[in-house]
């Protein structure tokens, strides 16, 4: 390979192996004080990001939104949310980060808007059987007047997923379907318009930087036609041809520029060979695999959970992704403590005891791991630090509808947005000026965790990410490639080589364990002497 053909294969392939930092925007930094995260909080903190060493950023939706799901809940998918700054800000910032060789990669929600959509309001205003209710899923509903939903579907955050409108002249009307809160009506995609409405949304973004998107609901998009009742298992899509047409399409759109954009999908499919299809080299480039974040501190489980991921992407040669927590799920260090470590979104297993020491040796040893792995990773804002999953948040201040839609029987995910300290022995921590209170309560006790205390502590989560991934950016073998597990190891062991001079081991038994044959430890999620501490993770020069 000539010296030009491995600058253009790295240039066209960052994404296979890159390191990816996902900021919610409302809890990261708050740059204008006012307790909410935003643009220029984002950019005050770049040089952070620079110096931890990611590769890219993934920002949570930022457009206008009444915020009533976190922003996935868009109003306005041309321009920035007022409380987090202006389109302006959003070009600079993306620009400031090219310079310091930061790619963004910006949410894209297409299954749904807000009801603050222009779109929803016309329909509204419409009326039945106007062009303006074909862009949703607007129906009569069943009974004598229409008074039962049109089927059983269930919204993802609670409750019948259909809610009934009142039609303009006063009358009880049609029926919409969202399959999440019932501010989020659904796109209906078998219309041509909405598609070309979305296309453009994509060069719109595109023209002004950003490298990518994180697709919403990915798999979400083309519901049955006829929209017939749900069995127990998943909601019945029919047009499979049709939702990976629209992905060819948009991948048409992103490889009409010159440098490399992606497509990465949020997508919950259990089946992997329907995974597999949405990564055809000519569709969305990579996948989320919640697989490994669900599955248990287990050293059979994970190694199959790592077996099938591997073996899910091969024939469609797409690399992997691997995450440990987002905004969605309750925080590793917390479910990592518990008797119970793995996470389902039916139980959240909400006060459910937990010891943090044991989370966060455990956590150390996950970061290794997974920076370890063959393909890409994201990094949720706060994991660098070992945050905890925030539990004991007053019911009166949980924003997330999720709480709401279940009557708190699902506590919700607000817990795992709780600003982010910096600095400081006291909230807001450095993430506002002191005087305001920021949008959710922080704990007293992250005094010790903030990014000021965790700095420059070699025995810190936050020094070992920084060491971590610039051990990973300097060591090709680390990325994108392929994995060799080692043999001969002990039961609760996960051992594998990435390259003739490099392995990584972990130990999820409850004893020491041998080292295997190694010139030199390269980092370890805790001192290892002669054996291999329980819950520790080691790279190894071999
Ligand atoms: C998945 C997102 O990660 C989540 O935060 C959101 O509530 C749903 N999709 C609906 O947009």
New binding site residues.
């Given amino acids: 390979m000539t010296d030009s053909t491995t600058d253009s294969t790295t240039r066209q392939s960052w994404w296979r192996g890159a390191a990816i930092y996902q900021v919610y925007v409302r809890s990261f930094a708050d740059g204008d004080g006012d307790g909410t995260g935003d643009l220029a909080g984002v950019r005050s903190r770049l040089p952070y990001l620079a110096d931890l060493g990611i590769d890219a950023i993934w920002f949570?939706p930022w457009y206008p939104s009444p915020m009533d799901?976190?922003g996935?809940d868009v109003a306005d998918y041309r321009d920035i949310e007022p409380v987090f700054g202006s389109l302006a800000e959003a070009e600079k910032l993306i620009e400031e980060a090219h310079t310091l060789g930061i790619k963004i990669i910006i949410d894209i929600?297409p299954?749904?808007c807000s009801d603050s959509h222009p779109w929803f309001a016309a329909a509204l205003a419409a009326g039945p059987g106007s062009p303006e209710r074909e862009r949703f899923w607007f129906r009569r509903g069943r009974g004598d007047g229409g008074e039962l939903p049109p089927n059983n579907w269930q919204s993802?955050?609670g409750g019948p997923a259909w809610t009934r409108v009142t039609e303009p002249d006063g009358s009880p009307g049609e029926w919409f379907l969202h399959l999440?809160s019932s501010r989020?009506p659904d796109l209906n995609w078998t219309n041509p318009e909405v598609a070309e409405e979305f296309e453009d949304i994509l060069r719109f973004w595109f023209n002004r930087g950003v490298d990518g998107f994180r697709i919403?609901?990915a798999d979400g998009l083309v519901k049955a036609d006829d929209l017939p009742d749900a069995g127990d298992g998943p909601l019945p899509y029919s047009d499979l041809d049709g939702v990976h047409e629209i992905y060819r399409t948009w991948r048409r759109i992103a490889d009409g520029y010159p440098d490399q954009r992606v497509f990465v999908g949020?997508m919950w499919l259990p089946d992997p060979e329907r995974f597999a299809m949405y990564l055809r080299p000519d569709e969305l480039h990579s996948a989320f695999n919640f697989d490994f974040l669900s599955c248990p501190w287990d050293a059979s489980r994970l190694r199959a959970v790592v077996d099938a991921t591997l073996a899910a992407h091969a024939p469609v040669d797409a690399p992997a992704t691997w995450v440990l927590s987002?905004?969605?799920v309750t925080r590793h260090v917390t479910r990592y403590g518990r008797a119970d470590t793995s996470f389902s979104f039916a139980d959240r297993q909400h006060l459910a005891p937990t010891d943090r020491e044991l989370g966060l040796r455990r956590a150390r040893a996950a970061a290794l791991l997974t920076l370890a792995l063959p393909g890409a990773v994201y990094i949720y804002q706060g994991e660098e630090l070992g945050l905890s999953e925030v539990e004991d948040l007053p019911d009166s201040l949980r924003q997330d509808p999720v709480f709401e839609r279940t009557a708190g029987a699902d506590i919700g995910?607000d817990g795992c947005r709780v600003p982010l300290p910096w600095s400081g022995d006291a909230p807001p921590f450095g993430f506002n000026a002191a005087g305001t209170a920021p949008w959710l309560p922080q704990p007293p006790s992250w005094s010790s965790v903030t990014v000021a205390a965790q700095t420059d502590d070699p025995d810190s989560m936050l020094e070992l990410y920084r060491r971590a991934l610039r051990l990973r950016a300097d060591d090709p073998a680390l990325g994108d490639g392929t994995l060799g597990w080692l043999s001969g190891q002990s039961a609760g062991v996960l051992a594998f080589t990435r390259s003739e001079t490099f392995a990584c081991v972990v130990n999820l038994s409850a004893a020491p364990v041998e080292l295997p044959a190694h010139r030199e430890v390269l980092l370890a999620s805790r001192p290892v002497e002669q054996t291999l501490p329980p819950d520790t993770t080691v790279w190894l020069r071999i």
């Fill in positions: 949570n799901d976190g996935y929600v299954n749904h993802r955050f999440y989020q919403d609901v949020e987002n905004h969605d995910r």
